[in-house]
């Protein structure tokens, strides 16, 4: 079953195109990378994902099973961020935030899903600790924890391993993909990291302005050698 | 020391002042918190100019002068909002040239009526006497309903500060927010701009946040912490100004200085153990 579907989604900045006729849909507990070149539209689709950009025409629907802004997202961080004063805490807190409608204080069952996801990603030690003080890969479990509170069907992950060194790397890309297994997550990524991406995923989406090859990392593989017997890898 | 107070308290003017300004501190610095860390605290600097320009049209017409600044202040509120978040003219120059127009405009205004006077020096660094019984209780329901506002939304300022796409994306309405910000520091500096002056009222926002960032670790630690160095600070500031006849905005200012300079060595004391 589809979880999230895209159909002919076009997207324009001004008068650039940065979306054509985008389509694709992704199945409940799918791991999908979306790569491609600087100025591709990858963070474009993300933000599209998200709600955050207005398309202007096409649509995004989601499966039955996401219920409004029932979405994790780990954006890039921002210069705002780095000198903030918040405890891990907070920051895990506030994820819990689009369950709580017009209620003005947390309940007992959104605080203890907060504790829950920081034991989740082995970060209940740092639980009052400053978000500032926290080293790079710390801070990006933390922000996990804070997707996790928000959704625990879907996570949106913007080149989450920008600036982090290679060990952080691989914790970083275990604990997806232990979501991704253990806790039936469906993922997307978007990343430069083309080579993990094609370990990790079930699916590539490789785009520029619109989808060049959107199918499995063995297709995808394939695709690049320039074998192009299978038919059905090649959309758009 | 608490015959200091006994004196100072039997002016009616002094505890006009004191009551508007402990409350305008408090909703300012916990404002102060968000703007400083979004990077806007410049918008309360504009925000403070141009409640000059209006003050000064209102006088110059005759008419009360909270009932003409504050609209004026909280559309320009909105509009300082905009363009710092998305316009051809950078935010910060784009402050300035509100800032420099809207005093341009204050000054001329005056001095084409009244004359250059006591009422501007008082607007631009502020008069314990300004404050008339009625604006005692304008400033005391307002301060209230910012205070309150504030409480209920606590949570949702915490994430669009934090993480602004984060919360929109999880269905915070970011521009709401952000409005309201705006919205709540315009009323907080007409209120208190006539204590403190054009020129002194940002500090009001600026240094609190400041000062508790510089040893809090967490936001609520920091939003409590900001709420009562201000108003200490305030009633220290005013209680130097009753006794050495200092002007009472500076003076506040000057504790604040002092304050975030204590915190500074403190903060650096804890952090190098």
């Known amino acids: ?236 | 020391m608490v015959s200091i107070w006994q004196e100072m308290f039997s002016y009616s003017f002094m505890v006009r002042a004191v009551l508007v300004g402990s409350a305008v501190s408090l909703c300012a610095a916990l404002l102060g918190v968000s703007l400083v860390l979004k990077r806007y605290s410049m918008i309360g600097d504009g925000l403070s100019h141009v409640g000059f320009g209006a003050l000064s049209i209102a006088m110059a017409m005759n008419l009360a002068p909270l009932k003409i600044a504050v609209p004026v202040v909280v559309i320009a509120a909105f509009f300082l909002l905009r363009i710092s978040q998305n316009s051809k003219i950078k935010g910060d120059a784009a402050i300035g040239l509100i800032s420099s127009s809207a005093i341009a405009i204050g000054v001329t205004v005056t001095s084409l009526t009244s004359g250059l006077n006591a009422d501007i020096n008082s607007y631009m660094f502020g008069s314990v006497l300004a404050m008339t019984s009625s604006d005692v209780k304008i400033s005391i329901v307002l301060s209230v309903i910012v205070f309150l506002l504030f409480l209920i939304c606590y949570d949702r300022i915490f994430a669009t500060t934090f993480d602004e796409s984060f919360a929109k994306a999880t269905g915070v309405n970011v521009e709401v927010y952000n409005m309201l910000i705006a919205f709540l520091t315009a009323i907080t500096i007409v209120l208190g701009m006539r204590i403190m002056g054009t020129m002194l009222i940002s500090s009001l926002i600026i240094f609190p946040a400041l000062t508790s960032m510089r040893i809090f670790n967490s936001f609520k630690r920091v939003m409590i912490s900001s709420g009562i160095i201000s108003v200490v600070c305030f009633f220290v500031g005013m209680t130097v100004s009753f006794l050495y006849s200092t002007p009472a905005g500076a003076s506040v200012v000057l504790v604040n200085a002092a304050v975030f300079l204590l915190f500074s060595i403190i903060g650096l004391v804890i952090r190098r153990r």
């Open chain 1, 1 to 236: 079953m589809a979880i999230l579907s895209c159909k002919n989604l076009n997207v324009q900045y001004d008068n650039q195109v940065a979306l054509k006729d985008v389509n694709f849909d992704l199945e409940d507990g799918d791991y999908l990378c979306i790569i491609g070149d600087n100025g591709s539209g990858k963070s474009t689709l993300m933000k599209s994902i998200l709600g955050l950009v207005t398309p202007k025409s096409g649509s995004i629907q989601y499966g039955a099973q996401l219920k409004n802004h029932d979405i994790g997202y780990l954006p890039q961080q921002t210069i705002v961020q780095r000198d903030f004063p918040a405890s891990v805490y907070e920051v895990v807190l506030s994820g819990c935030l689009n369950k709580r409608g017009w209620r003005p204080f947390y309940s007992k069952e959104e605080k203890q899903r907060a504790i829950n996801n920081l034991k989740k990603l082995k970060i209940e030690h740092l639980k009052n600790k400053c978000y500032r003080d926290l080293s790079g890969g710390q801070q990006q479990r933390v922000l996990i924890a804070r997707a996790l509170c928000a959704s625990e069907k879907i996570l949106l992950l913007d080149e989450p391993v920008t600036g982090l060194d290679p060990v952080t790397t691989k914790h970083l890309y275990d604990i997806i993909e232990e979501l991704n297994r253990d806790y039936k997550m469906s993922i997307i990524m978007v990343t430069h990291d083309m080579n993990s991406g094609l370990e990790h995923a079930t699916k590539i989406l490789r785009l520029n302005k619109e989808v060049v090859f959107y199918g499995t990392p063995d297709e995808y593989l394939c695709f690049t050698n320039s074998c192009h017997h299978i038919g059905a890898v090649k959309h758009g």
